[in-house]
């Protein structure tokens, strides 16, 4: 059901291009709305669910074979791709940051929205480091991902940003794992950046934010 409903997702996506007919989106909704009324618990359907994850781990590692094949092109975009990254990583977290203050919410909430970019793995060892709510953090991500996912090529075209290696950089970058898969779908290239972008982005953001935390809360 899973598969039939991610084949059905992308058909449609390619007929009626919209940020609502996004892959990932699509078919997370249209397999919450059968669990509810098939009566199927999520305990049930994890069985499905762990064969899936399972395989993130070799489609994750494969995202090398492309990266190896382009190399020679981030090797010539070292510099301005290190700079998105940094740029990308640190105003996620700013912004972030900066809204929780606008809308006064608790600091267990505004720490947890400040790894919101970060894939999940990652984001959960961090919570643990700057106290903040390892469940909040993963419902998080996920919602983060899913709408850089669902608006982000979207967001892109409408600033005319269309060289794939940029592309990857910026969804990798903010939009973490799911991002990344809807980057593949664009090309092998914003796939295989988005994948490095992503890994990188964790990385940095784990290393600096337990130190600038503690600055922004009392800025």
Same mark, same amino acid.
């Given at each position: 059901m899973t598969v039939a409903v991610y084949l059905l997702s992308i058909k449609l996506s390619s007929k009626f291009p919209s940020p609502f007919t996004t892959p990932v989106f699509f078919s997370t909704l249209i397999i919450i709305i059968f669990l509810m009324f098939s009566g199927i618990s999520y305990h049930?359907?994890?069985?499905? %669910?762990?064969?899936?994850?399972?395989?993130?781990?070799?489609?994750?590692?494969?995202?090398?074979?492309?990266?190896?094949?382009?190399?020679s092109i981030l090797f010539q975009n070292l510099i301005p791709a290190f700079a998105g990254l940094f740029a990308g990583s640190i105003t996620t977290v700013l912004a972030a940051v900066l809204l929780a203050k606008i809308l006064k919410l608790a600091n267990w909430i505004s720490l947890s929205l400040?790894?919101?970019?970060?894939?999940?793995? *990652? /984001?959960? @060892? *961090?919570?643990?480091?700057?106290? /903040?709510?390892s469940v909040l953090v993963a419902a998080i991500v996920m919602i983060t991902g899913m709408i850089g996912a669902m608006?982000?090529?979207?967001?892109?075209n409408k600033c005319h940003v269309y060289h794939p290696f940029a592309r990857g950089i910026s969804m990798g970058t903010i939009?973490?794992?799911?991002?990344?898969? @809807? /980057?593949? %779908? @664009?090309?092998?290239?914003?796939?295989? *950046?988005?994948?490095?972008?992503?890994?990188? &982005? /964790?990385?940095?953001? &784990?290393?600096?934010?337990?130190?600038?935390?503690?600055?922004l809360f009392h800025v």
């Open positions: 049930d359907y994890q069985l499905a %669910r762990d064969i899936m994850t399972f395989l993130l781990g070799p489609a994750t590692v494969a995202l090398a074979v492309p990266l190896y094949k382009h190399r400040s790894i919101k970019s970060i894939t999940i793995p *990652v /984001a959960a @060892e *961090v919570a643990k480091i700057i106290g /903040a709510d608006f982000g090529p979207w967001f892109l939009a973490h794992g799911i991002g990344t898969a @809807e /980057a593949a %779908r @664009e090309g092998e290239l914003q796939g295989a *950046v988005s994948g490095v972008a992503m890994g990188l &982005a /964790a990385i940095f953001t &784990a290393i600096i934010i337990p130190f600038v935390m503690p600055f």
